[in-house]
């Protein structure tokens, strides 16, 4: 028989999605795969409840269902301060995962090349991969997590077809500052490439960091595709729906790769979260204050118990560095302390291009008594994982 596809030979299954396996089996507290034990707020419950009787149970326009749109460019036009046309400036996804993919395959052919951050997502090199494209990983330098203006215009000048920014970043929890992402549009616009964002985290950001979007910086508007997905900010990690938003032009090419690669989202879901999207400014408020003090709890814990992190100034992942405990693999390192300790993490060495096996990545969606659970669990660290 002929050989199976080249371009995925060298793909390995998600490691977040696996370490929920594993946690699974062996019940520990699952601090890898970031989702939350919460429920989500209880109108769009209500809701759901009523779509499940009355419908709609058939496709929606496979770019979105109409007063979804409406809904979402409202809600997006009050907080990046620029209208948003809900007739061709959205296109609507099965969650930010295909979001950008379909922005990558939109905007590049086979052959081109694609500047991505390390650390990053674990999708983004296969996003490229997928789409016939090259990565170009720019370094973002612990503990800061910053990048150097010259290694990033390096990649530039390799003219790159798109660069992917995760802001706030997973895994990092880096905050993009305003000037630093003034120097990645200065560079777009010198070397002419788009931006495709990926902002799920926009309403995770920590006092006293703020978050920019990219795509209301001076001329970045015509060349930024943002991804985003409503899973964090209304915890419905199960419901899949995201988005792009784009000038026309990009909009109108996203949603035929979007109708082919998914042909829509589910249409009874994006009815039953209308009422989130309609929620005021005292829901974000809330939702950044619950996670203010989950991060607290988290970061004091760690602390208390002498294990090095860092401290996410947005979204909600924690690096823990595990250069004392001797291993050195850190998937290694990972699988033991679900079964040892009890608390399930992602190997830092998943999401960094580098030779990285210093980190690993806990998550802190958890309602409060999981996180102080996965602290009382974590105090035996230095006992059970030490070599």
Same mark, same amino acid.
């Given at each position: 028989m002929q050989s199976l596809s080249s371009r995925t030979a060298a793909f390995t299954d998600s490691v977040i999605r696996r370490m929920t396996r594993i946690c699974l089996q062996c019940g520990a507290v699952n601090l890898s795969q970031g989702f939350p034990d919460f429920d989500p707020p209880q109108e769009i419950l209500d809701r759901l409840a009523e779509?499940?009787?009355?419908?709609? =149970?058939?496709?929606?326009?496979?770019?979105?269902?109409?007063?979804?749109?409406?809904?979402?460019?409202?809600?997006? $036009?009050?907080?990046?301060?620029?209208?948003?046309?809900?007739?061709?400036?959205?296109?609507?996804?099965?969650?930010? $995962? /295909?979001?950008?993919?379909?922005?990558?395959?939109?905007?590049?052919d086979p052959g081109d090349k694609i500047v991505v951050f390390s650390p990053f997502y674990e999708n983004y090199g296969a996003d490229a991969i997928l789409s016939g494209a090259e990565p170009i990983y720019v370094p973002l330098h612990p503990p800061a997590f910053s990048f150097d203006p010259e290694e990033l215009e390096d990649a530039f000048r390799q003219h790159p077809k798109a660069l992917i920014l995760c802001n706030p970043s997973n895994p990092c929890g880096k905050v993009f500052t305003r000037d630093e992402l003034l120097t990645i549009a200065a560079l777009?616009?010198?070397? +002419?490439?788009?931006?495709? $964002?990926? /902002?799920?985290?926009? =309403?995770?950001?920590y006092a006293p960091h703020r978050h920019t979007y990219f795509a209301t910086l001076p001329g970045m508007w015509e060349r930024t595709l943002s991804c985003s997905s409503l899973s964090k900010t209304y915890s419905i990690t199960g419901w899949r729906l995201g988005y792009?938003?784009?000038?026309?032009?990009?909009?109108?090419?996203?949603?035929?790769? =979007? +109708?082919?690669?998914?042909?829509?989202?589910?249409?009874?879901?994006?009815?039953?979260?209308?009422?989130?999207?309609? !929620?005021?400014?005292?829901?974000?408020?809330?939702?950044?204050? $619950?996670?203010?003090?989950?991060?607290?709890?988290?970061?004091?814990?760690?602390?208390?118990?002498?294990?090095? =992190?860092?401290?996410p100034e947005g979204a909600y992942?924690?690096?823990?560095?595990?250069?004392?405990?001797?291993? +050195?693999?850190?998937?290694? !390192?990972? /699988?033991?302390?679900?079964?040892?300790?009890?608390?399930?993490?992602?190997?830092?060495?998943?999401?960094?291009?580098?030779?990285?096996?210093?980190y690993i990545r806990l998550h802190f969606a958890k309602k409060n008594e999981t996180l102080t659970a996965a602290l009382d669990r974590l105090a035996s660290m230095d006992a059970k994982m030490k070599r």
């Open positions: 779509v499940a009787k009355e419908g709609p =149970h058939q496709y929606s326009v496979t770019w979105g269902a109409q007063n979804f749109r409406e809904a979402l460019a409202d809600k997006q $036009t009050h907080f990046m301060g620029r209208t948003i046309d809900p007739n061709s400036e959205i296109v609507t996804t099965c969650g930010s $995962t /295909e979001a950008m993919m379909a922005a990558v395959m939109t905007v590049t777009a616009e010198k070397y +002419d490439v788009y931006v495709i $964002t990926d /902002e799920v985290y926009e =309403h995770l950001v792009i938003i784009a000038p026309a032009p990009i909009i109108e090419r996203a949603k035929k790769v =979007h +109708d082919f690669l998914t042909v829509g989202a589910a249409a009874p879901l994006q009815e039953a979260v209308i009422p989130g999207l309609r !929620f005021g400014d005292e829901y974000y408020q809330g939702l950044l204050a $619950t996670y203010t003090e989950k991060r607290k709890l988290m970061l004091d814990g760690l602390t208390a118990l002498g294990i090095p =992190h860092n401290e992942y924690i690096l823990l560095d595990i250069s004392r405990y001797g291993w +050195d693999d850190d998937y290694q !390192f990972c /699988e033991q302390l679900a079964q040892r300790v009890g608390v399930g993490a992602v190997p830092g060495s998943s999401f960094f291009k580098e030779p990285e096996n210093r």
